[in-house]
């Protein structure tokens, strides 16, 4: 095929102007030499991943754990030399709970134990009880009508059937070439539709009547069984509702391993009778409804006014030990900070702008923690007027009216966050913002060998990167390789920390401190791109 000779002088221009543009981006190769030394030779982030999971373990928000992880990662970013080590409270967030205890075990047809956990913010069994089991799947209020009068007393074989099937899938995945470039791919998006307030309440409302009807209805407890279809032993096991006072549930609530459900299922779907014996003890705290962030800094030199955000949840479900969520991205990040100081020890390298370290609270709940230090700090949009939506968190708040910011948002350069489990950066989500790839493709050239290509367009959700775009600071989420993220840890009781690869944690350390380091000692802060408008309220 014959090219017409304009084209060719067009691409060329593009690739001539994108060139001086990269090139215009400084990097201090000899500082990076020095990230990826320590990070590679000294690391510290096993260390940092044990003292998290193995001491400290689940982290529940409102959880004693939850506070003892806060004081731990203080007092650990403290004696790294870190400045400024404190919590921030966010809050009023909800009741604490913890479980302390969990025996569950068939009595009859056969005597057997039964891989179960407590869901979160359920209550206890006051000691050993046993009872027999009656199935039962409640979709709609409409359903109530059907178990009316029929389940006092009784051990509740809650939901549709477990489906078991052989794992004929890898559960272990690395992003491919393919995988890649499909991400690369910007897609235009659609009109975004006004959050469903009518459903959300909908559902809300429809959680606190069945756990009122299960209450009334004297229900001994409640079993379900853990979602998809690999089953293993492993659960994946979250809240029995809400943590908010006065909502809690008040019959125990446990999930099942699917195999060990499917059995109790199958007898009684054969009509024989099914006994267990449970016994669960779970405490709920009262004494403070606030919550906390763990926040340190790296203080800047000629320009320590502006700040470099890095940042993780720190809170986790309760079953497992919170490893890959996101124990990872916690230890990831102090092991970044760690970093930079060390090169502060040995060669006297400080950054020129404020480096700040924040570990959230209540991401799990709605990124809470994270958007509670954001509204304090940097801006917020207006309280709703519907009783029922007031305490909605800033980001659910479109419809309430424009973002008002604070002076201190004019002084954030970026937000880098990591919550995507175990795997090491592929890349970049660079959440709609053109303006900052010619900088990110400079500050990720030097690390090609380690698998870092990509930086895409899209946008990415569901964690606090969130909580900083909705106010317009540019905040991001690198991509990362899933490993077993889907398939086995992700809100688990095996989510611990056997599950995280040592390897993948210090090449994500030493990439995150180098773009740390490169956002801190860049001439400009990075372009930001506009905030999102307010929605019109959905007609109800
Ligand atoms: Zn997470």
């Keep these: 095929m014959k090219r017409p000779v304009q084209y060719v002088c067009v691409f060329a221009l593009i690739l001539f102007s994108a060139c001086s543009l990269w090139s215009q981006e400084k990097l201090d190769l000899e500082t990076i030499t020095r990230i990826r030394y320590e990070g590679f030779h000294n690391s510290q982030v096993m260390q ?22 806060n004081e731990w990662t203080r007092d650990q970013l403290s004696a790294m030399g870190l400045r400024n080590a404190h919590l921030e409270s966010w809050g009023p967030f909800g009741r604490g709970w913890a479980n302390q205890y969990v025996n569950v075990r ?14 979160a913010w359920t209550p206890g069994t006051n000691g ?14 409409e359903d109530f009508e059907k ?12 939901g549709p059937d477990a489906e078991v099937k052989p794992i004929t899938e890898l559960p272990y995945k690395r992003l491919t070439d393919d995988d890649l470039s499909t991400i690369g791919e910007y897609q235009i998006p659609g009109e975004r539709p006004p959050f469903r307030f009518a459903d959300y309440l909908k559902r809300r409302q429809f959680i606190q009547d069945l756990n009122q009807f299960f209450a009334d209805e004297k229900v001994l407890a409640v079993i379900d069984h853990s979602r998809g279809t690999s089953g293993g032993g ?4 979250q809240s029995g509702g809400s943590y908010k006072p006065g909502e809690t549930a008040s019959v125990p609530q446990l999930t099942m391993a699917s195999e060990h459900w499917a059995r109790i ?11 267990l014996e449970l016994n669960v003890q779970n405490t709920f705290y009262d004494d403070d409804p606030m919550q906390y962030d763990t926040l340190a800094e790296i203080p800047g030199t000629d320009t320590k006014d502006e700040v470099v955000m890095l940042g ?23 092991e970044a900070v760690r970093i930079l100081k060390a090169l502060d020890k040995e060669y006297g390298i400080k950054p020129r702008r404020t480096i700040r370290i924040g570990l959230w609270s209540g991401e799990e709940e709605g990124l809470l923690g994270s958007q509670g230090y954001v509204e304090h700090h940097f801006g917020s949009r207006p309280r709703m007027d519907d009783p029922l939506m007031k305490d909605m968190p800033t980001l659910l708040r479109r419809e309430a009216g424009p973002v008002t910011v604070k002076p201190e948002q004019a002084k954030i350069s970026a937000y880098f966050n990591v919550d995507n ?19 990110f493709e400079a500050w990720m050239r030097p690390f090609k060998d380690l698998g870092m290509t990509t930086l895409t367009m899209r946008n990415t959700g569901g964690t606090d990167h969130l909580s900083f775009d909705a106010v317009g600071i540019p905040g991001f989420q690198f991509i990362q390789d899933p490993i077993e993220y889907e398939s086995r840890t992700h809100h688990s009781n095996m989510d611990v920390y056997d599950r995280l690869q040592a390897e993948d944690l210090k090449q994500m350390a030493v990439i995150v401190a180098s773009f740390v380091y490169e956002a801190a000692m860049r001439d400009q802060m990075l372009p930001r791109k506009p905030i999102e408008g307010p929605l019109p309220r959905e007609k109800e």
């Design 48 to 69: 940092l991943a044990s003292g998290l999971m193995d001491s400290i373990g689940e982290r529940l928000t409102g959880s004693p754990n939850m506070k003892r992880a």
């Design 106 to 119: 068939m009595t009859s047809p056969d005597i057997a134990p039964l891989i179960t956990y407590s869901k």
């Design 128 to 141: 050993m009880v046993t009872g027999k089991c009656i199935r039962a799947n409640i979709e709609k209020k």
């Design 147 to 158: 178990y009316r009068g029929k389940l006092a007393g009784m051990i509740v074989i809650f």
């Design 234 to 237: 492993t659960v994946f096991v």
């Design 265 to 275: 299922a199958r007898l009684l779907d054969q009509k024989k009778e099914v006994s």
């Design 312 to 334: 993780a949840h720190l809170d986790s479900w309760h079953s497992g030990t919170g490893a890959t969520d996101n124990g990872a991205g916690t230890v990831v990040m102090m």
């Design 421 to 439: 489990g175990t795997g090491k950066i592929r890349g970049v989500y660079l959440q709609e913002n053109e303006a900052v790839a010619p900088i």
